[in-house]
Structures are given as C-alpha cells and as structure tokens.
C-alpha cells in the first residue's frame, strides 16, 4: 500500500531541518557578526542597523517587519509557504533573543574579518537547510521567493540585489568603510554558500524514470509537482520488450519531491537524474535570441 506523498514523516524531517537551519543562522548573527558590529542584508540586517543606532533587541524588529511583509506576501505564496515561513520566523525570533543570554562576547575575539567569514558561512548555510526544506527566514527570502516563482533566478541573486543597498546604509550609522566592506564580504560568502547549497552548479536539472507503474507516477507529477511529463518508447535490450521512459524537466529544488513521490509510488523504479544547462519554456528561462 502506497504511503501518502505528503506524509507526516517528510513534513517532520522539514521542520527539524527548518529548526536547524535558522539555529546556525541566528549563532551565525549573534556569535559573530553582532559583536563585531558587522551588518549585511534582510530584514535580520535592517534590524541590526535598528539595533546598532537605537538599542531595540533585533528579535522584535525583525519579528514585527517580517509580520508586515507576511501580511503582503501570503496571497502570492500560498498559505502553505506563509505557514512556514511564519514558523521560522517565530522559531528564528526565539533563537535570536535566547542566544545572547548565553553569549555575551563574540566567539573570535578581535578578528573582524575571520569573524565575517565565519558568520557568512553559517548564516548561509542557515538559510539554504532552509530553503531546501520548503521554509524561508523571511524577510528579503520572501522577495526572492517570489521572483523565483516566476522566473528561473536563483534565492541567492535575487537577495544580493536587495541586499546591496542595506549594506551601504551602513555608513550612514558607522561612518566607517571597513565596516561596510566587512558587510559586503559576509554577503558575498552567504550568497556563494546558499547557491552551492541549493542549487549546486546548475539551477535545472533533467530526470528519466523507468518503472512499470509510469502512469500514476507521471499523473502525481502533474498533479502534486505541477511538473510536465514527456513519455518516451524504448525498449529493454536484453528483455527486448517495450519499455516506457518518464523524462522529467524541474528545478533543481523540487528533484527532492520528485524523488520523494516515486519512492512512494514504485520503490523499485530506476531513476536518472542530470544537470542541465539551460531549460527555455514555460516555467523556466524564457528563450533568448
């Protein structure tokens, strides 16, 4: 008996990976980029200048511009997005205001820099576990998340567009360029760490499914990816019998769904999965010439 596509158990391993995610996000801010008066991009950035100029906890500046732009955000996303999305910014607001109880003082004492590179690496880490798990930390991720709804542009481009300006606001508080060059090293290293986490090399990627039960699978595609499926004769050479091959054109982000819903279906199915250079359509890129 075929278990549910969305089971419990999928959207259990999420959340948890959600949870950790934003727990490396939240050390990445208040282990080493706060202390250091380092500031980058998002909403968590805006909140750390708020911060910096006013002494408002970046917790509540951070949860009360993320409510607004949920408020704005939930009918292009869906409700099942926002309730993610609301989650780990409750979840993220929580790691933020519990984290600096138990660390007052940077954990790299008086390097700048490597603290930068340190914070960049776990803030983008963060946020990839989290857009690899369906979530988002918010902010500027919603931004990003809707663009890339529509176009074929990777979360990390769409959010070093936004993110640019944040930054540079900066020197209006610190007066200081090593402070705002520090900013930008730490969204350079977030946005190269969240691309290779989420993405890798590649934004597409082409899938080619051999399995006897081909039509539920391609018909659940449909349905649950809201994916195409092209179905192609072939023919086994050694059986010499007729074969039909599922191909499968996707983003690279919803291969893990693709590969969840088969398993579910035809455990026994073989899989082949490529990365692609360019996929033009609906959906995808629109072709350039």
């Not at 946020?127 to 930390?137: Q, Y």
Request: proline letters at 2%.
């Amino acid at each position: 008996m075929r278990l549910p596509f969305n089971s419990v158990w999928y959207s259990i391993k999420d959340y948890l990976i959600i949870i950790f995610g934003l727990l490396l996000y939240a050390l990445g801010w208040v282990g080493f980029l706060i202390p250091n008066e380092i500031t980058t991009g998002g909403v968590t950035g805006i909140s750390a200048l708020i911060y910096y100029g006013t002494g408002i906890p970046i917790s509540v500046s951070y949860f009360v511009i993320n409510v607004l732009l949920l408020l704005a955000a939930i009918k292009v996303l869906g409700l099942q997005f926002c309730i993610r999305t609301i989650f780990s910014v409750i979840v993220c607001s929580s790691f933020l205001s519990i984290l600096p109880l138990f660390i007052k003082d940077a954990l790299v004492d008086e390097q700048p820099f490597m603290s930068a590179i340190i914070g960049g690496i776990l803030c983008g880490s963060g946020i990839g576990l989290v857009f690899v798990s369906n979530g988002s930390t918010g902010g500027t991720d919603i931004i990003a998340a809707i663009v890339n709804k529509y176009k074929n542009i990777s979360f990390a481009k769409m959010m070093m567009y936004i993110d640019f300006l944040i930054i540079a606001c900066s020197y209006v508080l610190f007066h200081s360029v090593e402070k705002m060059i520090f900013g930008y090293v730490v969204m350079g290293v977030m946005s190269y760490t969240m691309d290779m986490l989420i993405n890798g090399k590649r934004q597409s990627v082409q899938i080619l499914v051999l399995s006897d039960k081909y039509e539920e699978i391609a018909t659940h595609v449909n349905n649950d990816i809201r994916r195409g499926v092209t179905v192609i004769d072939g023919m086994g050479w050694y059986s010499k019998q007729p074969k039909k091959v599922l191909m499968i054109l996707t983003k690279r982000n919803e291969s893990v769904k693709i590969f969840r819903l088969i398993k579910s279906i035809d455990p026994k199915a073989f899989i082949s999965q490529s990365n692609v250079v360019g996929v033009y359509g609906e959906g995808f890129d629109k072709i350039k010439a």
